[in-house]
């Protein structure tokens, strides 16, 4: 019987920030990086999901907040996209990370870790996160009668702190996000869904659940996706 998750700490910038660790019997540790945004949290149970079915395998995982969300005393508009960047490397680096297996966004976050080994789940560039939270964001405005555009509000996101989703972002993380390319790894496994026709190294049966309206789950795709990281960090 697996013990369930509980909560540890990574130091970053002088401040303790909350990771989630599931213990297991294994001399290899995976970290999950989270999606980005409004796209971790409707992931996060599916995650933990995760964390569950690698610990039956006997792999232990780790599941960081990224500093500026969650339970972190520190704003996010004060974050940029090289803090998070260094943040995971200093989580990799204080809890003996072996592999590290990416969400979405989240691998805008590990793209200076070239010397690990990386499992990454429908990566995605931050010119395309920020696009979709303008888009809702111009949706919104419409509905309160008020008249604005993506350039209107990339410009605003440009010259000052800007509120996406529910999420204030500064100038320099959205600058930095709007230009974050997809990395490219010299040790890295790519996985999408059968329905995404993006190159990948496997395809795997599931849902897209960073576009449903709420956070949901999918215990199968949960379970497959364990089942291919135990596999991935024996090779």
């Known amino acids: 019987m697996t013990s369930a998750p509980a909560f540890v700490t990574y130091e970053f910038a002088d401040r303790k920030e909350l990771c989630l660790s599931a213990a297991a019997p294994s001399p290899c540790r995976v970290m999950l990086v989270p999606p980005l945004f409004d796209e971790m949290n409707r992931m996060r149970k599916m995650m933990v999901d995760v964390m569950r079915s690698l610990a039956a395998l006997e792999v232990g995982s780790f599941l960081p907040d990224l500093p500026g969300t969650n339970e972190s005393r520190i704003a996010l508009e004060r974050i940029t996209l090289s803090d998070w960047q260094t943040a995971i490397q200093a989580c990799a680096q204080q809890h003996e990370i072996s592999h590290i297996a990416s969400f979405r966004g989240g691998a805008l976050t590990v793209a200076a870790m ?5 499992w990454i789940f429908s990566p995605v560039k931050g010119a395309t996160i920020l696009r979709t939270m303008l888009r809702t964001k111009v949706a919104a405005d419409r509905e309160s009668g008020l008249n604005t ?4 509000l990339t410009a605003k996101a440009e010259a000052g702190p800007i509120e996406l989703a529910g999420n204030i972002l500064g100038s320099q993380l959205f600058g930095q996000l709007n230009a974050a390319e997809i990395p490219k790894l010299n040790s ?17 049966a599931g849902s897209a659940l ?6 949901d789950d999918d215990l199968a795709m949960s379970s497959a ?11």
Do not use: Y
């Open 114 to 118: 070239d010397k690990a080994s990386h």
């Open 149 to 152: 555009s993506l350039a209107d």
């Open 188 to 204: 890295q496994r790519i996985i999408r869904l059968e329905s995404d026709n993006k190159p990948s190294d496997i395809q795997i």
């Open 225 to 235: 996706i364990a089942e291919d990281i135990a596999v991935w960090i024996t090779k």
């Open 210 to 215: 960073w576009l449903r309206a709420e956070p």
